[in-house]
């Protein structure tokens, strides 16, 4: 079955550290590849998303994320984070040789940046 | 403009009991689709609408669980004799484009639902 992992499930990082987030999918075939970010509060919101071309894709709030399809990774980054970014970050992936449109997400990294 | 919603924000009920779960999609929207977040965990797929029609109800757990989405537009998920097990947010998500290759969803904020 197809599935979606985020290995760091909680990450504490100071105000203008870097930020690399990883995200692993256990499938081959053509995906669509997305970011979704949950403030506080508040709903999930599209961070980023890659359909096709150039694989390095810039999203809002200076995110960015690169598709590796020999590492089957969409990994997401920043290079200074602020203590605004504090959030749930989720990966999600379609996989599109499927036929449907559902998402798989994985579990989730709750991001804490510390001022 | 306006975004996902759903009603109520909050649902507690007892166990056994029915429950509806309404979301109203962004407008022009045609796709419409639900999900269920546990705690600690990521959203999982549960009904995809194109239109009036349901086109993947794959992800519906058992037959206690039903939607509907009458006139393409708004729709409400149904679930009879609710479990402890239901307890989740419930997402609505929905998309505007015919093209599954470049489908984007856009998530509502979810109705938290608690059954005692």
């Known amino acids: 079955a197809q599935s979606v992992s985020q290995h760091n499930h909680h990450v504490i990082l100071s105000e203008a550290a870097s930020l690399e987030l990883g995200c692993n999918y256990s499938y081959g075939g053509t995906v669509n590849l997305f970011w979704y970010v949950q403030y506080p509060g508040q709903h999930l919101q599209l961070l980023l998303k890659?359909?096709?071309?150039?694989?390095l894709v810039k999203g809002i709030k200076g995110f960015e994320a690169e598709f590796i399809k020999s590492k089957f990774s969409f990994n997401l980054r920043k290079p200074s984070v602020q203590w605004s970014d504090t959030a749930e970050y989720f990966c999600a992936v379609n996989y599109m040789d499927t036929g449907r449109r559902a998402l798989t997400f994985g579990s989730g990294t709750r991001l804490q940046v510390q001022p | 403009g306006a975004g996902v919603s759903q009603t109520p924000s909050n649902k507690v009920t007892e166990k056994g009991k029915y429950v509806e779960l309404r979301c109203d999609p962004i407008?022009?929207?045609?796709?419409l689709y639900w999900y269920r977040q546990s705690l600690g965990q990521g959203p999982e797929f549960l009904i995809y609408?194109?239109?009036?029609?349901?086109?993947?109800d794959s992800g519906l757990p058992n037959d206690r669980f039903f939607a509907v989405r009458p006139e393409g537009s708004v729709s409400t998920l149904k679930i009879q004799r609710t479990e402890r097990g239901d307890s989740a947010v419930y997402l609505c998500?929905?998309?505007?484009?015919?093209?599954?290759?470049?489908?984007?969803?856009?998530f509502g904020p979810g109705t938290r639902l608690t059954v005692l």
């Open positions: 407008s022009g929207h045609t796709a």
């Open positions: 609408f194109q239109g009036t029609g349901a086109a993947d």
């Open positions: 890659y359909f096709s071309g150039d694989p």
């Open positions: 998500a929905s998309s505007w484009t015919r093209a599954e290759a470049t489908d984007t969803q856009y």
